[in-house]
């Protein structure tokens, strides 16, 4: 599983696909972007592949995990409508509300994020596609 693969997963960022992940301090910005390939016409409900062009770099609100504030970053795409000829901005799906709370383990990840050890992320974490994902907590880092 890649990295990328898990943070979708960790983030719940299902339909984006993550780009990269940079960390200063305690913020996490998570680069993102829509699998889709195809906007969905507000005016006329045709859907379109013309990108019309990308908008800014925005900045997202995400969700707070331990003392980490997460934030999805990315450009949205505009698109234009090939019937009617208008543009319109796609929709970030919004990610579900979080209710629970962290658990230590995922704040665990991100301070090997952090630490930039995303092949020990990926050594001692596994994804159960299930069961999201489960620390397996029979290994113990020995650094
Ligand atoms: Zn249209």
Redesign the pocket.
Known sequence: MTIQNFIVNLFELQGYRVRGVEVKGREILVKVELWRKTGS?P????RTRLIHQYGKERKVWHRLIGEFRVYLVGRKRRWR?K??R?VFTEEWPLVRKWSRSSSEAEVEVLRLIRDNSFHRVEEHYYTDPLRRWTPQRDRVYTD
Do not use: T, V
Request: include cysteine.
């Open positions: 016409c005016y006329c409900g045709k409508c019937q009617c208008k």
